[in-house]
Each structure stands twice: as structure tokens, then as C-alpha cells.
């Protein structure tokens, strides 16, 4: 009898996966400045051989800017860069969406969570009234609107504020896409439209948000910091998608936004990624030495804050310094200016012995030495002092205990702001506060004899705040890949225009072309009068 052959089932052929198609995304970035948030992520994105197109406001606000999108084209051979179209300057639409906008930021302050914030409300009529006084309107267009702003900027009635924030999120759903910005990514054909931050005063981007949408391209909206959804302006739009560090700020999102809590994706901080891993690159001595300090006493990290915060800081810390030598005579301090805040402190002498200002009239630190230096000053000082700045978060992420006091100076800018008070102690936070100079100095000496006693609820904190993921996720591959996410959603469903829009868009038309045809007037009048100006001078 034949024996028969043993029988084994056959294997199936290896089938490869089809890679995942690329995509291409446009990011419209206000300028270069905000690579310091999504540089990382965008890096990681061309890794993975997506084409990304960054639009740009404006080509630099602080000095070096630029170099950062230069230097991130040079790396990555699918990141392109461009200046950011925008509507006509003499297009009627764009003064009424300007205005509208504006209204819209000034009356969110109404609020009665922000009863205790004049500082914010203040700052943003103050630059309404700039803009209405010197824009090309006529003078009898311009006092119903200063009256307008004088009764949304008292912040008393909150009935009114959201009346008019309901009544001008109508007028904005009415303002048609720009046509150029519309004809500009129908050129460029992205996959999703992503813009940051979108909430600074009466901003324009929500126009690429808009005309992404009327041609069925996904939206993002990218939160680049901790302070950017209670204390500027309001967003205007629900995109597909928005990214930010927390949980905290999705609450923001959700109550005072209008955005759903499942289009929000907590990332965390990417912009802090780099501060978990690093290491100093120096040791105490050796920066004490460098920078000027006695290496034999440790010493106190006083971090400035931006010129809305402080303005004028100059005059606090000197008073502050005197208040820490009265009690601690050899601790070593360095006080750190905010990069947009230098100017004050050119050529200050604090005229003491252990105490410097470095570096001298502040500094980005966004590579090399700078960014070396700046890590070696939060990893080697003995505990870190401020008014009001991401620079405490920065100190939490090391492990620093964080000190602050409270002072008439700064009452609008401190305590009269909504995201100063998620750092508090009390509220769980990591930031011990102070009522007055003689408290404040007591804390510090606590602070310098106990060292990092602090760290368990300042892990906590930083966590919670800054990497929700956990400790050891770090942020920028989920900023990535939530965006991989959102371009692979296929196209957007087109929206259609209401009955309803159509007929407020229709009355605003009017307006519109009426405002077209004064900017037009008021233009040529301005160049004939620089013509005459011109040939009197020959």
C-alpha cells in the first residue's frame, strides 16, 4: 500500500501593505516666531514625506525670526514657505470683517469671568480706538463706533456682550471667503488647512479657514500656548480639529469657544519637549563663573515677563532685589530679560556684586549656546522667581520650586488674567504666591534651605499641564500625527449657504461696496496728495 504523502496547507503569498499615501498640508502662521511651536512637528511630518507649504503673515516680528523658516526649508526638502496672501487692501469686505472681528474680541471680556480683568479689556480697546481714529473711515462713521466700544469695554453688562458677540458671529458667517486666498490653496491643494494662532486681535487667518472649507478642505487650528484662549480674542470658527497641551484648555475651548469637545486633541507642550531630555551642559560652577556670580553661594533665577505683563519691570525688581538682600546678603541672583522685553534693561546696572543681568538685553533661545544657556540657568539656580510667564512652567519642567508675589504694579497682568491662576499652589499648581515683598522673602528662604521639596505636586502639575500623555510622551510626534490624522479624513463636505446668510450678506453689500468706494476715494486722494507733495519738492 502506497503511503501517502503528508499534506501541509499552502502559504499564502506575502501581500506588502500599500504605504500610506502622502499628503500635503498649508500651515498660515501669523510669522516665522511661531515655528518655535510647530517647527518640531512639521519636521516630523516631511519626514514622513508629507509636503507641507507654510504661509506667513509676516515675514519676522522680533529680529531672527526669519532665519527659522529658512533654516527649516534648508533641512527639509518638502517644506516650502511663502508670503501669506490676504484680501485686497481697498476690498470693502475686508474693513467690515476687520470691524467685526475686533467687536467680537473687545466683547468677549464681557464675560463675568473676566469682571476682574480691566487690564484685558483695556487692551483691547485701547487698540479698537487706534484703529477706528486713524482708519479711512469718515468722522461721522467713527463716533457710534467709539460709543460702541466705550459701552463693551466697561465689561458690566453681560447681556449686551453676548447679544453682540450672537449678533456679529451672524455678520461673520455672512463675510463671503476671499476670493484671492480661495484662488491661493485651490493652487496649492492641500489635504487640511491648519493656522496658528488665529486668536490674536481681530485676526484675518479665520479667511483661511473659511475658503478651506468652501472648497471641502479639513481645518485645523493649532493653540500654541498656555495663555492663548482666555486672554486674546475668540476664535470665530469650529474647524475639524483643535490642538492643544491639555485638558484645562479644551474646557476653554468648549465654554468660552464654542467648539465641541470631540474635535479637540490634547497634545501637550511641544515647545517644551526638548527641556525633559536635556542636560546641562555645564556644571554650577562653572555658569556662576560665566555669567558673573559668586560659584560659591547658589543663586535665585529671576525670569521677566513679555511687555503687556510688565511693562515697566525695571523698577520692580530693584525693588525686589533690596527686599532679598535685606535677608539673604550673598545669594547670587540672575535676572533673565523676556526676549520682546529687553529694551529696558540696556546698559542697567543693579549695582551689586552678586547680581547680573544676563544676558544683558535678553536673548531667543532657540539653539546652540542660547538655548544651552538658558537651560543651564533653569537647571543650576536654586529656585526661579517671576511676575507672570511660560518661563515658570519652564521651571516646573526641571523640577524648580516657583515663586512669585503679588504687586499693585502688575494687579491687571497677574491676578487679573485667568491662566495665572491655574499655576497657583493652592489650586494645584506649582507656583507659590505671595501676598507682599516681606512674604515673598520668607517663602524664598524656604525655598533655598529646603531645595526641591516641591516636587512631587510640581511633577503632577507639569504633567497634567504640559504632557497629559504622560511624562515620558513627548508632544510633538502626537502634534504630527494628529495632523497625519486629519489630512487622511478625505475631502470636507462643502458647506451651502443659507437662506438666512444670503440674505445678511446681501445687506451687508451695501456696506461693502460703500467702504470699497471710500478707501478707493480716500486712496487716490492720498496718492495725488503725495504726487504734488513730491513734484514741490523737484
Given at each position: 500500500m502506497q503511503q501517502e504523502a503528508d499534506v501541509h496547507p499552502a502559504t499564502p503569498p506575502q501581500i506588502e501593505e500599500a504605504p500610506a499615501?502622502?499628503?500635503?498640508?498649508?500651515?498660515?502662521?501669523?510669522?516665522?516666531?511661531?515655528?518655535?511651536?510647530?517647527?518640531?512637528?512639521?519636521?516630523?511630518?516631511?519626514?514622513?514625506?508629507?509636503?507641507?507649504?507654510?504661509?506667513?503673515?509676516?515675514?519676522?516680528?522680533?529680529?531672527?525670526?526669519?532665519?527659522?523658516?529658512?533654516?527649516?526649508?534648508?533641512?527639509?526638502?518638502?517644506?516650502?514657505?511663502?508670503?501669506?496672501?490676504?484680501?485686497?487692501?481697498?476690498?470693502?469686505?475686508?474693513?467690515?470683517?476687520?470691524?467685526?472681528?475686533?467687536?467680537?474680541?473687545?466683547?468677549?471680556?464681557?464675560?463675568?469671568?473676566?469682571?476682574?480683568?480691566?487690564?484685558?479689556?483695556?487692551?483691547?480697546?485701547?487698540?479698537?480706538?487706534?484703529?477706528?481714529?486713524?482708519?479711512?473711515?469718515?468722522?461721522?462713521?467713527?463716533?457710534?463706533?467709539?460709543?460702541?466700544?466705550?459701552?463693551?469695554?466697561?465689561?458690566?453688562?453681560?447681556?449686551?456682550?453676548?447679544?453682540?458677540i450672537a449678533r456679529l458671529g451672524r455678520y461673520e458667517e455672512a463675510v463671503p471667503p476671499s476670493r484671492r486666498i480661495t484662488e491661493f490653496l485651490a493652487a496649492q491643494r492641500?489635504?487640511?488647512?491648519?493656522?496658528?494662532?488665529?486668536?490674536?486681535?481681530?485676526?484675518?487667518?479665520?479667511?483661511?479657514?473659511?475658503a478651506a472649507r468652501a472648497l471641502g478642505i479639513r481645518t485645523g487650528i493649532c493653540i500654541a500656548s498656555w495663555d492663548n484662549l482666555t486672554g486674546k480674542g475668540l476664535l470665530r470658527f469650529v474647524p475639524d480639529r483643535v490642538f492643544v497641551w491639555n485638558d484645562i484648555q479644551r474646557q476653554e475651548l468648549v465654554e468660552m469657544h464654542g467648539i465641541p469637545a470631540d474635535r479637540v486633541v490634547l497634545t501637550g507642550a511641544q515647545r517644551f519637549d526638548d527641556w525633559f531630555d536635556r542636560r546641562p551642559s555645564?556644571?554650577?560652577?562653572?555658569?556662576?563663573?560665566?555669567?558673573?556670580?559668586?560659584?560659591?553661594?547658589?543663586?535665585?533665577?529671576?525670569?521677566?515677563?513679555?511687555?503687556?505683563?510688565?511693562?515697566?519691570?525695571?523698577?520692580?525688581?530693584?525693588?525686589?532685589?533690596?527686599?532679598?538682600?535685606?535677608?539673604?546678603?550673598?545669594?547670587?541672583?540672575?535676572?533673565?530679560?523676556?526676549?520682546?522685553?529687553?529694551?529696558?534693561?540696556?546698559?542697567?546696572?543693579?549695582?551689586?556684586?552678586?547680581?547680573?543681568?544676563?544676558?544683558?538685553?535678553?536673548?531667543?533661545?532657540?539653539?546652540?549656546?542660547?538655548?544651552?544657556?538658558?537651560?543651564?540657568?533653569?537647571?543650576?539656580?536654586?529656585?526661579i522667581v517671576g511676575i507672570n510667564t511660560s518661563g515658570l512652567l519652564e521651571a516646573g519642567i526641571v523640577g524648580k520650586a516657583v515663586l512669585t508675589v503679588l504687586d499693585p504694579d502688575f494687579a491687571g497682568t497677574q491676578e487679573g488674567t485667568l491662566h495665572f491662576h491655574y499655576l497657583r499652589w493652592e489650586n494645584g499648581g506649582l507656583l507659590h504666591v505671595a501676598r507682599d515683598l516681606d512674604e515673598h522673602v520668607q517663602q524664598l528662604e524656604r525655598a533655598l534651605a529646603q531645595g526641591e521639596d516641591d516636587t512631587r505636586q510640581v511633577r503632577a502639575f507639569v504633567q497634567r499641564f504640559t504632557r497629559p500623555h504622560g511624562l515620558d510622551e513627548p508632544a510633538a510626534p502626537l502634534v504630527a500625527k494628529g495632523i497625519e490624522e486629519l489630512g487622511r479624513l478625505g475631502p470636507a463636505p462643502r458647506p451651502?449657504?443659507?437662506?438666512?446668510?444670503?440674505?445678511?450678506?446681501?445687506?451687508?453689500?451695501?456696506?461693502?461696496?460703500?467702504?470699497?468706494?471710500?478707501?478707493y476715494l480716500l486712496g487716490g486722494a492720498r496718492h495725488a496728495r503725495k504726487a504734488a507733495l513730491g513734484l514741490a519738492r523737484r
Open positions: 499615501p502622502r499628503l500635503k498640508f498649508l500651515f498660515s502662521l501669523l510669522h516665522p516666531g511661531y515655528l518655535r511651536h510647530y517647527g518640531q512637528p512639521i519636521r516630523l511630518l516631511a519626514e514622513r514625506g508629507h509636503e507641507v507649504h507654510v504661509a506667513l503673515g509676516r515675514l519676522e516680528k522680533d529680529p531672527g525670526d526669519f532665519k527659522l523658516i529658512e533654516q527649516l526649508a534648508a533641512e527639509c526638502p518638502t517644506v516650502t514657505y511663502s508670503h501669506a496672501p490676504a484680501r485686497r487692501r481697498r476690498d470693502g469686505w475686508r474693513r467690515l470683517a476687520w470691524l467685526v472681528r475686533a467687536l467680537t474680541d473687545l466683547a468677549r471680556y464681557g464675560d463675568p469671568r473676566y469682571a476682574d480683568a480691566p487690564a484685558l479689556r483695556g487692551r483691547i480697546a485701547d487698540k479698537l480706538d487706534w484703529r477706528i481714529d486713524y482708519s479711512r473711515l469718515p468722522k461721522p462713521f467713527k463716533r457710534p463706533l467709539h460709543r460702541k466700544v466705550a459701552s463693551l469695554a466697561t465689561g458690566a453688562n453681560a447681556e449686551l456682550a453676548q447679544r453682540t492641500p489635504d487640511a488647512v491648519l493656522a496658528s494662532p488665529v486668536i490674536e486681535f481681530a485676526s484675518s487667518q479665520v479667511e483661511y479657514l473659511k555645564t556644571t554650577r560652577e562653572e555658569f556662576q563663573r560665566k555669567v558673573g556670580l559668586d560659584p560659591a553661594q547658589p543663586f535665585v533665577l529671576y525670569l521677566c515677563s513679555s511687555p503687556f505683563i510688565a511693562p515697566d519691570e525695571v523698577g520692580f525688581v530693584r525693588r525686589w532685589l533690596a527686599a532679598v538682600r535685606a535677608q539673604l546678603p550673598h545669594v547670587g541672583v540672575i535676572v533673565r530679560p523676556h526676549p520682546q522685553n529687553g529694551a529696558q534693561w540696556e546698559d542697567v546696572d543693579l549695582g551689586d556684586a552678586n547680581a547680573v543681568v544676563w544676558p544683558p538685553a535678553g536673548q531667543q533661545p532657540d539653539a546652540g549656546e542660547a538655548r544651552a544657556g538658558y537651560f543651564d540657568s533653569l537647571a543650576h539656580s536654586a529656585c451651502h449657504a443659507s437662506p438666512g446668510i444670503l440674505a445678511r450678506r446681501a445687506a451687508l453689500y451695501p456696506v461693502a461696496l460703500t467702504m470699497t468706494g471710500v478707501s
